[in-house]
């Protein structure tokens, strides 16, 4: 692991995960399903392909740690927005039996609600990497390669 590594990585996990954002929007908007990217599981993403790799071996950067559960959040989120819209649109379970009578079932301030949930948490995780980015990039190669990593 080189310090370039680190820096690529890291600018990569931005807009894929900027992305997650442009989809619930979407997916709000109402686009067909197969106009909208399915969820990926945190496992699945890149960013933890990379972290599980080398990433946590940056043991120096506690931001780094800590964007674990945040980064599943965000893929939690995502998930339960895609899920509540199209298995509401694929089965007819808008309505919701209450003592027999049919109720309509309005998703939209839930899906509302977890889109501002994803947004601000994308936010704070691309701020943390932003930070992460720049501690990484004021390193010198002398402190990187000695003792940065485990």
């Known amino acids: 692991m080189n310090k370039a590594s680190i820096i690529k990585n890291i600018r990569q996990a931005k807009p894929e995960h900027i992305e997650w954002i442009k989809q ?80 309509p079932v309005d998703e939209r301030p839930f899906r509302d609600k977890k889109l501002k949930e994803l947004e601000k948490k994308t936010v704070t995780m691309i701020r943390s990497l932003n930070e992460i980015e720049k501690k990484v990039e004021a390193m010198t190669d002398q402190d990187f390669n000695n003792g940065w990593l485990i």
């Open 24 to 103: 619930a929007n979407k997916l709000i908007q109402g686009l067909p399903q197969n106009e909208i990217h399915k969820p990926v599981e945190c496992s699945e993403c890149n960013f933890t392909h990379w972290y599980e790799k080398e990433g946590h071996k940056l043991v120096n950067i506690p931001q780094l740690r800590a964007l674990e559960e945040l980064h599943q959040d965000i893929h939690k989120t995502y998930t339960a927005i895609y899920y509540i819209t199209f298995d509401r649109r694929r089965k007819p379970r808008t309505t919701l039996i209450t003592e027999g009578a049919e109720v």
